[in-house]
């Protein structure tokens, strides 16, 4: 257990609803997305996922594990989901169904991982916005291996990633899901199209600001017009160094992008950002919609300090992870001022329920006391 944390007021900031186009979330912790290797080899997602989201359910907001578009876009790390199937979006309907049993409301991200695939993961080319590779080792089947350089992606292949966006997140609304989440961070394929280091390219996706931000603008206006804005977020990270991302440029792409999709009114803008640097400020100004901050901190979240955001109005929401992975009644605890489990490092990418759906809430170790 860890020392006793922040207890929140019944009336504090962070536990009023708030409206994010159609869905309301009854607080303002959200589920921050966070991979955990447990699906199956077809990116099926796991028999246990329905129960381990379930169980936290509530949180304002889940935002689900990124999942690919397309079989192409996986191949970052092995055993991640997709919902590019039939199969898959029966899984994904499952899972909604289980979360708003609960009462929980769930948006599922999606991703392509672009030059963060190794191929003997994908079994596909690796492929980027520019042939420039990635300084990582990764798991891959045969032990770990460096990642390959990757090629640059076409044209005609951009359009058809757009496309890859739209159909999936049809299939996650039609699987009953409250809406999608874009992922355009952590040194992925659209966080890669936007960094001026990562993507060189000459031709209409390439160069300028404007030009860099055009592929996640693309993606996030196909799917609005799919879905709806209402049930549409987006993620980024500026200046995010994750899978060797480097960005000399960390305003330019982000304002331009915002400036493009601004007049859609999707749902809300997810950043992964230090409020301590200078790109929080200009992003936080420039974006006049719901904007929800996960500070990315592996150390713990400073529960007193988010409260202090929602409250001056810096904020509108907190994406909280791995405090939430591990505390499925989080918002219990915060309440009472209880203590939190301590995240098990050593199981977040191991297979099968320890360190997934065992964590234990405060009801079940009173009843464990009491045995």
């Known amino acids: 257990m860890t020392s006793q944390p922040f207890r929140l007021a019944p009336d504090a900031a962070l536990l009023k609803p708030l409206q994010l186009g159609a869905t309301e979330a009854s607080n303002r912790i959200f589920m921050a997305p966070l991979t955990r290797s447990r699906a199956q080899s077809d990116g099926t997602p796991s028999d246990l996922a329905a129960a381990y989201y379930s169980q936290r359910a509530s949180a304002g907001i889940i935002v689900s594990e990124a999942t690919a578009v397309c079989e192409q876009a996986n191949g970052a790390y092995m055993n991640t989901p997709g919902i ?42 690796v492929v980027a916005p520019s042939a420039i590779a990635a300084d990582v080792v990764t798991h891959t ?23 890859q966006f739209r159909s999936a997140a049809r299939r996650a609304v039609d699987a009953g899901m409250d809406g999608v ?17 990562t993507n060189i390219r000459t031709d209409a996706y390439g160069g ?29 990270s500026p ?15 982000y304002e331009a992008l915002l400036n493009r999709i ?29 904007f929800v901050l996960n500070t990315g901190r592996a150390s713990g979240t400073d529960f007193s300090q988010l409260e202090s955001y929602v409250q001056w109005g810096a904020i509108s ?8 992975l591990a505390n499925p009644d989080l918002i ?23 360190g997934y759906i065992d964590y234990p809430t405060l009801t079940e170790v009173e009843q464990q006391k009491s045995a």
């Open 332 to 354: 219990d605890r915060l309440v009472l001022g209880a203590e939190l489990n301590e995240p098990d490092v050593a199981t977040f990418y191991a297979p099968g329920p320890v």
């Open 262 to 290: 601004t007049p859609l009114g999707i749902a809300y803008l997810h950043v992964l950002i230090d409020p301590a640097v200078r790109a929080f400020g200009v992003i936080r100004a420039l974006w006049p919609g719901t």
């Open 208 to 236: 300028s600001p404007e030009n860099r931000a055009r592929l996640t603008a693309e993606v996030i206006e196909a799917v609005a017009d799919e879905i709806g804005a209402e049930r549409v977020g987006v993620r980024i």
């Open 141 to 163: 089947p045969s032990g770990k291996q460096q990642l390959t350089v990757p090629r640059a992606l076409r044209i005609d292949e951009i359009e058809s990633i757009v496309g």
């Open 84 to 125: 590019y199937t039939d199969r898959h979006q029966s899984v994904w309907a499952e899972i909604a169904s289980a979360v708003h049993a609960e009462g929980g409301k769930m948006f599922v991200q999606l991703w392509h991982v672009g030059r963060m695939a190794h191929p003997e993961i994908s079994g596909f080319d």
């Open 317 to 324: 929401a907190a994406a909280v992870g791995r405090t939430f």
């Open 181 to 197: 989440e874009i992922h355009s961070a952590n040194g992925y394929l659209l966080h890669e199209f936007l960094s001026d280091v």
């Open 239 to 253: 200046g995010n160094t994750a899978g060797d991302m480097r960005e000399n440029d960390t305003v330019g792409a």
